[in-house]
């Protein structure tokens, strides 16, 4: 919770109390969604913020700003007391941003023998929109036949 976090995204796919994405994009503007200005993770994470609460803490797609189709970076994780950073420069449209919410206390054993906690942990996985193939307005996921599908995700640790 005390990394900071960057994504250069102004949107974000809203889910509803299921967690199934509704196919509405919500502005991340004046909301605790909003990382286009570096900041912790765990600052707004228990924020009384609907969206918030029916995943409890971070677990959204924010679709990224493009300039162009190329590789961009689209997003800095930084931890001030380790000194480590890792960028991100992806060729997808999403961004999936995972906080850890499920993640079940001392259930999940891990690297010399630490039991990973709720929240002790992060994802930023690069892809489609969720349930793209449902939603018109978000980006096509279907490959046709002879179609090659290539796409690239760079972690750089700096």
Same mark, same amino acid.
């Given at each position: 919770?005390?990394?900071? %976090?960057?994504?250069? *995204?102004?949107?974000?796919?809203?889910v509803d109390?299921? %967690?199934?994405p509704?196919? &509405?994009?919500?502005?991340?503007? &004046?909301?605790?969604m909003?990382?286009?200005v570096?900041?912790?993770i765990?600052?707004?994470?228990? !924020?009384?913020?609907?969206?918030?609460?029916?995943?409890?803490?971070?677990?959204?797609?924010?679709?990224? &700003?493009?300039?162009h189709?190329?590789?961009?970076?689209? *997003?800095? %994780? @930084?931890?001030?007391? @380790?000194?480590?950073?890792?960028?991100v420069?992806?060729?997808s449209v999403?961004?999936?941003?995972? *906080?850890?919410?499920?993640i079940? !206390?001392?259930? /999940?054993?891990?690297?010399?023998?630490h039991?990973?906690? !709720?929240?002790?942990?992060i994802c %930023?996985? $690069?892809?489609?929109?969720?349930? @793209?193939?449902?939603?018109?307005?978000?980006? @096509?996921p279907?490959?046709k *036949?002879?179609? /090659?599908? &290539? $796409?690239?995700?760079?972690?750089?640790?700096v």
């Open positions: 919770m005390e990394q900071n %976090l960057y994504i250069n *995204a102004n949107k974000f796919v809203e109390d299921e %967690l199934i509704t196919g &509405n994009l919500i502005d991340v503007e &004046n909301t605790p909003d990382f286009r570096s900041k912790k765990g600052l707004d994470i228990n !924020n009384n913020y609907e969206q918030l609460k029916f995943t409890g803490g971070y677990d959204h797609c924010y679709v990224i &700003n493009k300039k189709s190329g590789i961009e970076k689209i *997003a800095i %994780l @930084s931890d001030e007391k @380790s000194g480590r950073t890792m960028e420069f992806t060729d999403g961004v999936q941003f995972y *906080a850890g919410n499920f079940e !206390n001392n259930k /999940v054993l891990g690297k010399d023998n039991f990973y906690k !709720n929240r002790s942990g %930023l996985e $690069t892809g489609f929109l969720p349930d @793209s193939i449902n939603n018109k307005n978000f980006p @096509s279907i490959l *036949a002879n179609d /090659v599908y &290539n $796409t690239t995700t760079i972690y750089k640790f």
